[in-house]
């Protein structure tokens, strides 16, 4: 990430950056379905992310690591990462931006 927008995002509190990434997540996502940038390695488009698996501060689950994870662990560009087939991203997504 680059230095200024680390440097931007560091003073907010923990809650603030996980709904900082929640939103860059969404816009990513936005721009990556209408064709304006191509898929990139996120979690929410990996084979081995379970959103909103767990209750409470760890919500989210890496089945590459077997853990659980926050909202603040998600990534952007994983060295892991796995293309999804479409329908387990599209459930994936719902799941993430609605739990239940």
Same mark, same amino acid.
Request: proline share 7%; glycine share 6%; aromatic share 6%.
């Given at each position: 990430m680059p230095d200024a927008i680390v440097s931007a995002v560091g003073p907010l509190s923990a809650l603030e950056q996980e709904a900082f990434l929640a939103g860059v997540v969404k816009i990513i996502r936005?721009?990556?379905?209408?064709?304006?940038i191509p898929v990139s390695r996120m979690c929410v488009t990996c084979k081995?992310? *379970?959103?909103?698996?767990?209750e409470g501060a760890l919500p989210h689950h890496c089945a590459f690591v077997d853990a659980p994870m926050a909202g603040r662990h998600l990534r952007i560009d994983c060295g892991e990462h796995e293309q999804a087939e479409?329908?387990? *991203?599209?459930d994936a997504w719902r799941r993430f931006v609605q739990p239940e």
């Amino acid at each position: 990430m680059p230095d200024a927008i680390v440097s931007a995002v560091g003073p907010l509190s923990a809650l603030e950056q996980e709904a900082f990434l929640a939103g860059v997540v969404k816009i990513i996502r936005s721009l990556q379905l209408s064709g304006h940038i191509p898929v990139s390695r996120m979690c929410v488009t990996c084979k081995y992310f *379970r959103p909103n698996a767990h209750e409470g501060a760890l919500p989210h689950h890496c089945a590459f690591v077997d853990a659980p994870m926050a909202g603040r662990h998600l990534r952007i560009d994983c060295g892991e990462h796995e293309q999804a087939e479409e329908q387990q *991203r599209e459930d994936a997504w719902r799941r993430f931006v609605q739990p239940e």
